[in-house]
């Protein structure tokens, strides 16, 4: 029996996120609690529907993130799921040494 593909393996994160919706324009700031090669969690207190497309930055240490996302689930009041739809290189490179950097999540940085 073949079984659903899992989705990509999260890592705890701790990092800042600064969220801007492409369709009204506005800004939300929140916290990255889970990361992985194709998105992340983050904790926020006004959350925006699902399918929109936003603009996120990370910010954790002195490096910061950013790319073009897409909002893929919701917990109302609470948190958002976003997929990353745009990645610069450098900012792929920036993701890819986070998770390099995370107890015992070297394989994600070949995904």
């Avoid at 999260?10 to 194709?38: K, N, Y």
Wanted: proline share 5%; glycine share 6%.
């Amino acid at each position: 029996m073949r079984q659903k593909p899992q989705p990509a393996n999260r890592i705890a994160f701790a990092g800042v996120a600064e969220i801007t919706d492409q369709e009204s324009g506005r800004h939300l700031t929140g916290d990255v609690s889970e990361l992985s090669v194709h998105g992340c969690y983050v904790e926020i207190q006004r959350t925006l529907p699902i399918a929109n497309i936003v603009v996120v930055k990370i910010f954790n240490e002195s490096e910061r993130f950013e790319a073009m996302a897409q909002v893929i689930f919701v917990h109302q009041n609470m948190a958002m799921g976003l997929v990353f739809r745009d990645v610069s290189m450098q900012s792929t490179m920036i993701l890819r040494g986070w998770l390099l950097r995370s107890p015992g999540s070297p394989q994600y940085a070949n995904e």
